[in-house]
């Protein structure tokens, strides 16, 4: 493995249960995600981050992305501990033991010192573990240091004397409390290790692991920390900054990290970055915007011994491969329509900030009202949207309010004005009135906190409306995607020139062009380039320069004059994808100067599929936008087919008096077959005798948009 798509920093904390507003000394966890930071994600306790943290390996391993996830707190103890408490060597059999006795409850109540004194018991005189909030509780912890011999293990490992970290893993209380730390820590490592695809660094074998669990320690970029924002929450910042630092180093680097350790370290672990704090500072100080890592070289590659690939094979491959290519911008609100988010919205106040009222109306306590009718005192002065009522509201008395004023104290319940008579001194109506009524409580959209929008969404006019009730003015979004489109052949020539004898005028570039600009990406028109190998060397060259994706059309297959594909060979990047589909089985993948190349076939038709079904999926993914699926819809057949089993095909098609039709040729040469369809009717890869009714799979042309 030479790097991690995603890079997770977990602030640790043994204490009780937190407040609902971010706070410090808290769990805090950041995550910078193919080289996007992300928002740093607030615990209230141990047992909601390790549901966060289950969850979110879930996510990333069914997303195909590999992870390194940083805990910091110790991992292992120094050498001879682990053997004198459970008879073995191996610090995962304490992970165990200790999971085997520790409690811990919602409101983080749990029995730590407990476990700690049973421990103790096992060693001859005092300690080792040591610290507790009472001189009297806890017999068997000693309160202060002094007295305790370290002669069966160390007081400090080799990683923490080498990092010089003042904390040992034996002190319980008094800051630091490390041992407290990963007395309620180690636990949950020993759940989440034993899930498939996981790894514990240095301990297992890692490489080929799709999720891998370091030791980390903010300490060791605390130059970075103390150049940060003083108003940001230290621990947000650490996990921030940290994750940052390791999601900007170079792969190769990275893996230095994991491979430099000391010879205790199979015993006792070891804190990643170790004698490497000068780069993970410069990389913890680098901007804001991280450039995402680039495609392997292998991305496109078939497994072993693959000849003709089923179409839903092929598109799991793509899926499972690609990852966005593109930096992120911050762009002011009102700028951000059809951009694709790039971090979450997490909502900074709530929606509606305060509890307020849904109609014109007079409100009251509602546990002030009974049954009947109902005659209340006003007091003097009313609520309004933007005005709000200085002052409580008695009990037993009523307000004039109207709609969106934020309700006064004492309120909490609206009569509408249609359901009430008045005078200048009181109001009557009947009762009973549900406690509540026609009031909006504080955050019963949105709550401060909540994820309001996902990274990954293509941003819409609602969503800026969204955004900006929750506090924002500027969202961080992706770069748009650009798009080159190049044609090849000495065949072509440009529409509305003459055209000689034996040539055709270039269709499919005007159609790629635009088609690619209605997806929301920027298009770079590479105009046609000869049957010439330099030429289409140039071509691709400033294609790769100016683009972040590419499509070409022609010379895709292996013929004397199909350069696209020959010259991906020569840089060892070239997958020659055969699809059982029809129309356009082959399809060239491949990387060009680290710039995916999607080689169409010439045939308009062909092109026109396979940009839909397969470059579509994969560009949104490269956008930042995720893998998009179009939307179908099943209709029935307004036509007969026979097709025979072995490949997928797409009829063009269209709705007519809610039923399919398809096109009166499938030759791949009848381009008014393009302009006179709507869409695509999908067959599936078996044989099929479709006859008019039968229900049948179409694909609209707007629904990959």
């Not at 800026?464 to 969202?475: F, H, Q």
């Not at 020139?497 to 590479?526: H, T, Y």
Request: glycine share 10%.
């Amino acid at each position: 493995m030479t790097g991690f798509d995603t890079i997770a920093i977990v602030d640790w904390s043994a204490g009780k249960r937190k407040p609902a507003a971010p706070s410090k000394d808290a769990i805090w966890i950041g995550v910078a995600r193919t080289g996007e930071e992300q928002e740093p994600v607030y615990c209230r306790s141990r047992v909601d981050a390790e549901a966060w943290l289950t969850a979110f390996m879930d996510a990333e391993a069914q997303a195909g992305r590999s992870v390194l996830i940083g805990f910091d707190f110790p991992f292992g103890y120094p050498r001879g501990f682990v053997n004198h408490v459970t008879g073995s060597d191996d610090p995962l059999v304490f992970w165990d033991w200790l999971e085997g006795r520790i409690t811990d409850s919602e409101a983080g109540e749990n029995n730590r010192f407990d476990v700690a004194s049973e421990i103790n018991r096992l060693f001859d005189g005092p300690g080792p573990f040591w610290g507790k909030p009472s001189e009297n509780a806890w017999p068997d912890v000693p309160y202060r240091k002094a007295g305790i011999s370290y002669d069966i293990c160390a007081e400090r490992r080799a990683c923490d004397l080498m990092a010089k970290a003042s904390s040992s893993c034996f002190q319980l209380f008094f800051n630091p409390t490390v041992g407290s730390q990963a007395l309620m820590g180690l636990p949950m490592l020993a759940r989440l290790r034993r899930r498939d695809g996981v790894a514990v660094w240095p301990f297992q074998q890692w490489s080929d692991a799709q999720t891998v669990l370091v030791e980390v320690w903010p300490g060791l970029i605390e130059d970075a920390v103390k150049e940060g924002d003083n108003e940001e929450i230290r621990d947000s910042r650490q996990v921030r900054l940290l994750a940052r630092a390791l999601a900007g180093l170079p792969p190769a680097r990275l893996e230095a990290m994991l491979s430099d350790t000391g010879t205790a370290a199979s015993e006792e672990a070891w804190i990643l970055g170790t004698g490497h704090e000068a780069k993970l500072n410069t990389a913890a100080k680098g901007a804001q915007s991280m450039a995402p890592p680039p495609l392997r070289n292998d991305c496109f590659a078939l497994p072993t011994g693959v000849d003709w690939t089923p179409v839903d094979d092929a598109l799991a491959l793509l899926r499972d491969r690609m990852r966005p290519v593109v930096d992120v911008d911050s762009v002011p609100l009102m700028q951000a329509v059809g951009r694709v988010l790039a971090v979450d919205v997490v909502a900074k106040r709530s929606n509606p900030p305060h509890p307020n009222t849904a109609v014109d109306g007079y409100g009251f306590s509602g546990a002030a009202i009974g049954d009947g009718p109902q005659v209340l005192p006003l007091v003097d002065g009313r609520a309004a949207a933007g005005a709000p009522f200085v002052g409580t509201v008695p009990n037993g008395h009523a307000i004039r309010v109207l709609t969106g004023a934020d309700l006064p104290d004492g309120v909490d319940t609206v009569v509408l004005d249609e359901d009430v008579r008045t005078t200048e001194a009181q109001v009557a109506f009947h009762g009973p009135l549900k406690r509540g009524a026609n009031t909006r409580r504080a955050g019963e959209d949105v709550m401060v906190g909540d994820v309001a929008l996902s990274a990954g969404r293509v941003l819409t006019p609602s969503d800026l409306a969204l955004s900006a009730a929750v506090g924002y003015g500027a969202l961080d979004v992706c770069k748009r995607l650009r798009v080159a489109v190049l044609s090849t052949g000495d065949e072509i020539v440009e529409p509305g020139v003459k055209a000689a004898e034996g040539q055709i005028f270039d269709a499919n570039r005007p159609m790629l062009l635009s088609l690619c600009a209605g997806f929301g990406f920027d298009i770079v028109d590479m105009g046609r380039a000869a049957d010439d190998r330099n030429a289409v060397r140039t071509a691709l060259d400033a294609a790769a320069d100016q683009a972040d994706v590419i499509l070409t059309s022609g010379g895709a297959s292996a013929g004397d004059e199909d350069h696209v594909s020959a010259l991906l060979r020569e840089t060892g990047a070239m997958q020659e994808w055969r699809i059982a589909l029809k129309p356009g089985r082959p399809l060239a993948l491949g990387l060009w100067q680290g710039t995916p190349v999607f080689g169409l076939p010439g045939n308009p038709v062909a092109a026109l599929v396979c940009t839909l079904i397969f470059a579509r999926p994969a560009m949104a993914a490269l956008s930042g936008a995720g893998w998009v699926e179009p939307q179908a819809f099943m209709v029935p057949a307004a036509f007969e087919k026979r097709k025979k089993p072995g490949r997928r095909e797409y009829l063009r098609a269209r709705i007519r008096d809610g039923r399919a039709e398809v096109f009166k040729s499938e030759g791949s040469g009848r381009i008014s077959g393009l302009s006179w369809a709507e869409g695509l009717v999908e067959l599936p890869d078996g044989e099929v005798h479709v006859q008019p009714g039968d229900m049948v799979r179409y694909l609209p042309y707007g629904s990959f948009s």
